[in-house]
Every structure is written in structure tokens, then in C-alpha cells.
């Protein structure tokens, strides 16, 4: 009985590490919203971390959103810069190919 209590001690103090590590790590938040969520993720410790993971993942699903709107699906092959690249050959390129 000891060692599960230990075990569950130890696992809820790793899971609020993370979750006031995600929670100051927030690039949305305020310094002072920042401090807030990790005072309910000890002071409320299971739900304060089900929270900011609750919220993180919320953010990061907005970020992954965001980004792929704004960038090309597939840069390689259709940035300009590389069009540009492959159609003017290189002098080392030529020379090659002539036999040198």
C-alpha cells in the first residue's frame, strides 16, 4: 500500500511539472495568466493540469491550423527559387555532361 501511494504521489508531481512547464511556456498567455495556471495546477492538482493540457492542446491545434495556411504544402517542389535553380544549369554542370 505504501509504494502505491508513493507511485501516485511521485506520478501527480511529474504531471504537474509538465503541465507548469506547458503552462509558462504558453507564447498566448500573460505573465500574469501564466503564474495563475500553474497555481490551480498545484493547488487543484488533477483538475489544474487536465486544464492547461486541455487548453495547450487547444493552442496547438490553432497553431497547426494557422501554419498550414500560411505556408506551401510541399516548398520543395514548388518554390520559385528552386524552378529557378534547376533551369540555369551550372557551368560545372555542362562540362560534365560534355565528357570533361
Given at each position: 500500500?505504501?509504494i ?16 507548469t ?16 495556471q ?9 483538475i ?53
Amino acid at each position: 500500500m505504501e509504494i502505491t501511494f508513493i507511485f501516485g504521489i511521485v506520478a501527480l508531481v511529474v504531471v504537474n511539472c509538465i503541465a507548469t512547464a506547458w503552462a509558462l511556456r504558453d507564447d498566448f498567455s500573460t505573465n500574469s495568466q501564466k503564474i495563475a495556471q500553474a497555481l490551480v495546477v498545484w493547488f487543484v492538482p488533477i483538475i489544474g493540469a487536465c486544464l492547461v493540457f486541455g487548453t495547450k492542446r487547444h493552442t496547438l491545434e490553432k497553431e497547426r491550423s494557422h501554419v498550414t495556411t500560411l505556408h506551401d504544402p510541399d516548398p520543395f517542389c514548388s518554390s520559385p527559387n528552386l524552378r529557378d535553380a534547376t533551369a540555369h544549369a551550372s557551368p560545372l554542370d555542362s562540362n560534365a555532361d560534355a565528357g570533361h
